[in-house]
């Protein structure tokens, strides 16, 4: 029985090699991390995604004040999510799973797994999702999603969650300040 691939390296494939893919990583990773506030360390990591990996869709989920939902905070998508507010209960899909749970979640095939739900993209066939955490608390998730079969492996979920603490650690530091702040 042949062995089937765990996956293409979304971030190789679409960096320019491992190498690249790496510091890639690591130079976005520090730019959200040093970024002024969780506001501008989202948009650090929107755009660079958007223009540097271009994935099928992706979004960055935080829960809101009163940690009722997930809220899609940014995001990007080729096709009919595009501009579309969307929020979640944290007992939904794939990203409250992640939420919930605190662990990363690849579907090869999100047709076959009843955690996904079926939205407007339509054309999603794999997705990623990985949790957001300030210290130790899980405050959101970030989902990527792809129109091609198979593309994610454990190398995508490495690099994804070195990008999820470094918001995490922007978000870390917006509630510390505020905190620190007071008399």
């Known amino acids: 029985m042949a062995l089937r691939s765990t996956g293409t390296r979304m971030l190789s494939k679409k960096l320019g090699g491992e190498n690249a893919a790496r510091s890639w990583l690591a130079n976005l990773a520090d730019r959200i991390a040093a970024a ?21 869709a992706f979004g960055i989920f935080l829960e809101s004040p009163a940690g009722h939902e997930l809220i899609l905070k940014e995001g990007h998508a080729h096709g009919p999510l595009k501009d579309h507010p969307l929020s979640l209960h944290p007992e939904q899909g794939m990203v409250g799973f992640v939420y919930r749970h605190g ?14 739900i079926r939205g407007p993209l339509a054309d999603s066939v794999t997705a990623l999702a990985v949790p957001v955490k300030a210290g130790r608390e899980t405050v959101g998730a970030i989902d990527i999603e792809s129109d091609e079969a198979w593309t994610f492996d454990n190398e995508d979920v490495e690099g994804l969650q070195v990008l999820a603490s470094a918001l995490g650690t922007a978000l870390a530091r917006g509630r510390a300040a ?4 007071r008399p």
């Open 36 to 56: 002024r506030d969780v506001d501008d360390a989202m948009h650090e990591f929107s755009n660079a995604f958007a223009k540097d990996v271009d994935p099928y």
């Open 103 to 116: 662990v990363p979640l690849v579907v090869h095939d999100v047709t076959r797994d009843p955690r996904y």
């Open 178 to 181: 505020p905190a620190r702040a």
